[in-house]
């Protein structure tokens, strides 16, 4: 089997897993906050919970931070390694501007989703049908910025694995086709909220999509006759997105759109959940193993989509290939549930549908991968003068990448 193949093979495996097992593991870890956290809201001193959106900012940020000291120590030990002379060449040679340009997309989308995903903000149906809007979110933004268009035969995949996640969250979009009551206090926000907030749950796909092109531009450029280091960059990416978190948390505070009253109620919550994380202040062993397990599957989530852009086609290709991790979600629930979680088998629709999914899926996702490649479109009316979004090196390096091998790599890009 071809190296590059075979790595895309075994970081998209790892991909699929690593997102299917971060979903799986945050909601029971969340869900501790929700019902057992000992801080209280000044606008109801009688609710023993906080809100989850709060958390999971702060969440998110402890976890870019164990990344960021991870990826550090890789890149540390890479250094010493391997020919320290040309990684450290290679590395002054890049443009650490694209690193903050691709955090700050990333950080914002994160941002936006997480506040935009509450139940009573964006209805569960409408996320649902609104989730099936990033393939062509990231289609059309890949095509702005890297001027590749897929294949008839790609395109028509898309189309299949799309319309085929979309069934299996006709239980979610239809509740009362398994439940007459799910969700029923969760029909989202009312009066204006009803649509901004579906706005801003749909528009989080556009820097993301953003910082996924440019990401796979980045991991796939040529710098002093070699590529980059993935281990390099996604230290750098990390840094850059835990900076605009950390510039961004306090949008917990605006009225209307975050979740605490004051800067001190942020604080105690940003205090208890450290400590939770470490086992502190009442938490339960099993729910700090629940976080850290979740970061780790987040480390290995985005480690794998690093590699998986440089060595597959692009961006196009992984979420298509993620969008495995919504039957095989569903699935995992039917085999346990929560709180706590525990095993509990059963079967439903969703069961069903899933299975369903999952085989209508893999054949369009491997024909989709096996076809032949993406087609360069460049501007008709370009002036050669002009400076291009991304530099003429990374088009002609992106142009020949989905059937070639990396140009002029050595044994030390596999691992770096």
Known sequence: MDKKLLISLIFGILAVIARVAFFVL??????????????????????????TRSISVLF????????????????????????????????????????????????????????????????PYLQA????????????????ILRLRPTCRKLSCAIVVVFAELICLIPTIFPQLENSTAHQDEGGATGAGRILW?????????????????????????TAG???????????????CLSVILLTFWFDIIPGFGTSDSIKILGERLNFNFKCI??????????ALLGWFSFVANTVGSTSFVFLLRYSEGANFIMILLCLRT????????????????WAPHTSLSTWLSIGTIVV????????????????????????????????????????????????????????
């Not at 049908?129 to 702005?144: A, H, S, V």
């Not at 590529?227 to 840094?239: D, K, Q, Y």
């Not at 096996?370 to 991304?390: C, F, M, N, V």
């Open 26 to 51: 945050t909601p029971p870890f969340l869900d501790f906050f929700k019902t057992n956290s000992s801080i209280s809201n000044s606008t109801n001193s009688s609710h023993p919970g906080t809100d």
């Open 60 to 123: 998110l940020m402890i976890g870019q931070w164990a990344m960021c000291l991870v990826f550090a120590a890789i890149c540390v030990a890479i250094q010493y390694c391997f020919d320290r002379q040309t990684v450290v060449d290679s590395h002054k040679n890049y443009s650490k501007i694209r690193f903050l340009f691709i955090g700050s997309a990333q950080g914002i989308s994160t941002v936006l989703v997480i506040y935009a995903a509450s139940g009573s903000r964006t209805a």
């Open 129 to 144: 049908i609104l989730g099936n809007f990033t393939i062509p979110i990231q289609f059309t933004i890949r095509f702005l």
């Open 198 to 222: 579906p706005i801003c749950f749909v528009s989080s796909q556009i820097p993301f999509a953003i910082a996924n092109s440019i990401m796979e531009s980045s991991v796939k450029s040529n």
């Open 226 to 240: 070699r590529h980059v280091s993935s281990m390099f960059f996604l230290f750098w990416f990390s840094l850059a």
């Open 278 to 287: 470490l086992g502190l202040d009442g938490c339960k062993t099993q729910v």
């Open 327 to 342: 039957p095989l979600a569903f699935i995992f629930w039917t085999l346990f549930e929560e709180p706590p979680l525990r």
């Open 361 to 416: 899926m893999l054949p369009a996702i491997y024909i989709y991968n096996t076809g032949p490649p993406e087609i360069y479109s460049p501007s008709r009316k370009r002036d050669q003068d002009a400076e291009p979004l991304l530099d003429d090196s990374l088009s002609a390096d992106q142009k020949n990448l989905v059937n070639d091998s990396p140009a002029t790599q050595n044994e030390t890009d596999v691992i770096t």
